[in-house]
């Protein structure tokens, strides 16, 4: 397998720098080609912004949208984008290593995912017509890999339940796993939480660093989580909402889940 | 009333920007005093990393948190944070002006979260006991202020429904609007969601606008999201999950929202 890592703490020693150094070993002794982007000693730039567009002059009104998918076209995007696009181009399988701040990744990964998933490359891509709705949630320019979120909770794991104050864990993940990796094409593995990370003893580091290895010796054959395919006849289109025949009166999240596949 | 607008759009004649010049003008026709912070015109610094605590020494390890709290409680914050809970502590009315990126908000608006709502300030704050399990959920730095988002978005109304493929549009911001608003204290009011952005004609762009110098007119009055608070019993502690005896059975995010209040 090619293995791209994208790792987002400021601090390599940090329990998430432990994790990732814990998969790269793994990957590496499993065989694996493993590349790693290291957000912040790469020093990422983490804004989308007037920059990253060179062909939008001064005086141009900036579309982000727009901007992103001209230049993509073109192959005007800046070379720190290129390489990230090349290297997911390259990946069978993703990794996004990073500690949950305020329910969601950090800005510095935020920021990676608004510059190198551009438009014309990740979204805005496919006719819009009766049948499908753009290439998307389920197919896409990752189609065919596969990404996984390896991830680091401050606080405990029932505060993350599913009738907890913090929402369950998959509803906090979902504009994650299915907004930004699902909705591109990729299969989605359940992600590896680490929770009540502040006060882990020695001997439950070492439980979670074991449990992470089998994860990643399992790369290849977890089930992905099973998000409907948008455009494979579950939904009304275009509205994009569940026929009314599956799950009938079921709302939320969770009816964009197949349990049947479950 | 004082309201400060926080920004996040890197092009001030997007439709995103004329939202936030029409809120201004009608915020003041009313009378009340406005700050504004414009991330991108102030070229914020998005990551929070070891420059943002001058205390932390090359060689020592850097725990987010920990560091992010010996620098408040010493007053050693970077200048910039500092201005920013200033005005935070001036305001009784917090607007988050953005378009919704992937789902979220703009890498540059989470990383003024992060750097700004500091451990100590806006989390991290009271005691853990067996009634109450820290201060935060309905309590907090930002009691008796309110908040509210007022957010673009690319897709359409119908694809954020209760049963549509991006999520409820309410689950979609319960990260934002629960877990980084509600949590450090503010009443968060219903959000201000323009849908369809790029298709938009000047007549539905006239009506938006009017629709939100009406939330700007209402903004004292309006009743906030029902969230339940986690200290006033509806919740077992330490577990923070929601008593038995409180809708038997439900699951989600929208447990926690008190419907008899709705």
């Known amino acids: 397998m090619k293995v791209l890592i994208v790792f987002a703490h400021p601090e390599p020693q940090s329990l998430t720098g432990h994790l990732k150094d814990v998969a790269v070993k793994e990957l590496k002794a499993q065989g694996h080609e493993v590349k790693i982007t290291d957000l912040y000693a790469q020093n990422w730039k983490s804004s989308v912004d007037r920059d990253d567009f060179e062909q939008v002059s001064k005086d141009d009104k900036l579309s982000v949208v727009f901007s992103s998918h001209t230049a993509y076209a073109e192959g005007k995007l800046t070379d720190d984008v290129k390489v990230e696009q090349e290297k997911l181009l390259w990946a069978d399988t993703l990794l996004l290593h990073f500690p949950l701040w305020w329910f969601s990744m950090p800005a510095i990964l935020k920021g990676w995912v608004e510059r190198v998933f551009s438009c014309g490359f990740a979204y805005g891509v496919g006719e819009h017509?009766?049948?499908?709705?753009?290439?998307?949630?389920?197919?896409?320019?990752?189609?065919?890999?596969?990404?996984?979120?390896?991830?680091?909770?401050?606080?405990?794991?029932?505060?993350?339940?599913?009738?907890?104050?913090?929402?369950?864990?998959?509803?906090?993940?979902?504009?994650?796993?299915?907004?930004?990796?699902?909705?591109?094409?990729?299969?989605?593995?359940?992600?590896?939480?680490?929770?009540?990370?502040?006060?882990?003893?020695?001997?439950?580091?070492?439980?979670?660093?074991?449990?992470?290895?089998?994860?990643?010796?399992?790369?290849?054959?977890?089930?992905?989580?099973?998000?409907?395919?948008?455009?494979?006849?579950?939904?009304?289109?275009?509205?994009?909402?569940?026929?009314?025949?599956?799950e009938p009166g079921a709302k939320g999240m969770s009816v964009n889940l197949d349990k049947s596949k479950k």
């Open 129 to 246: 017509d009766d049948e499908k709705w753009g290439v998307r949630y389920g197919d896409g320019i990752f189609a065919g890999k596969r990404a996984m979120l390896v991830i680091t909770i401050g606080g405990w794991k029932e505060h993350y339940g599913d009738r907890a104050i913090n929402g369950p864990i998959d509803d906090v993940l979902y504009p994650i796993n299915h907004g930004m990796l699902f909705y591109p094409g990729f299969s989605v593995l359940p992600p590896f939480a680490l929770y009540n990370t502040h006060r882990l003893s020695e001997e439950q580091i070492k439980i979670a660093t074991e449990d992470l290895r089998e994860r990643m010796r399992t790369l290849g054959s977890t089930d992905p989580i099973a998000y409907r395919k948008q455009n494979d006849g579950d939904y009304n289109i275009p509205a994009l909402t569940l026929r009314d025949d599956i």
